[in-house]
Structures are given as C-alpha cells and as structure tokens.
C-alpha cells in the first residue's frame, strides 16, 4: 500500500516537473562527457582522488574536484583555498 502511494506521487511530480528532470539529465551527460575521468582533490596539499562539486549551481558548467572528506566540510560551510586545474 504505501509503495503505490509513493509511485503515484512520484509520477504525478515527475509529470510536473519533466523539464527540470530533463535538465538535470543534460547537465549530469555534460559533465561525465567533458570530465569523465576524475582528477587529485583540489584542495592544497590533499592527494586524495576528488570529486566532482559545484560550488555556484547557478553556473553548472563550472566543476571542482574536491575529495570526498573535503567535499561534506564545504557543504557545511568550510572554507578552502583550491588549486587551479591544469
């Protein structure tokens, strides 16, 4: 019973919100398309292997790779200063 409710709310917000959906979709392609192989954390002095992040969703193009660590501490507001990718 509660997995239908769930499906039908799912659907009747996917119906609703298609394009955003889509876009998300496009952006996702983009960046596995120009930035498929992941890059060293850009944090200074971390070797680590990052991850993909963005720091303005407003400008979804622009990618830093942070590691997983560093990534969590910047979403809850730490501050690092980054390398510039080469």
Do not use: T
């Not at 960046?31 to 890059?39: E, G, N, S």
């Not at 200074?44 to 622009?62: A, F, I, S, V, W």
């Not at 560093?70 to 200063?81: A, V």
């Amino acid at each position: 019973m509660r997995l239908k409710k769930s499906r039908a709310y799912f659907r009747k917000w996917y119906k609703a919100n298609k394009e955003r959906m889509r876009a998300k979709r496009r952006l996702r392609d983009w960046a596995r398309y120009h930035y498929p192989v992941p890059q060293v954390c850009q944090v200074r002095g971390c070797k680590k292997m990052g991850e993909r992040h963005h720091p303005d969703y407003r400008k979804k193009k622009l990618i830093q790779w942070i590691c997983k660590s560093h990534h969590e501490k910047m979403h809850h507001g730490k501050k690092y200063k980054l390398r510039k990718l080469k």
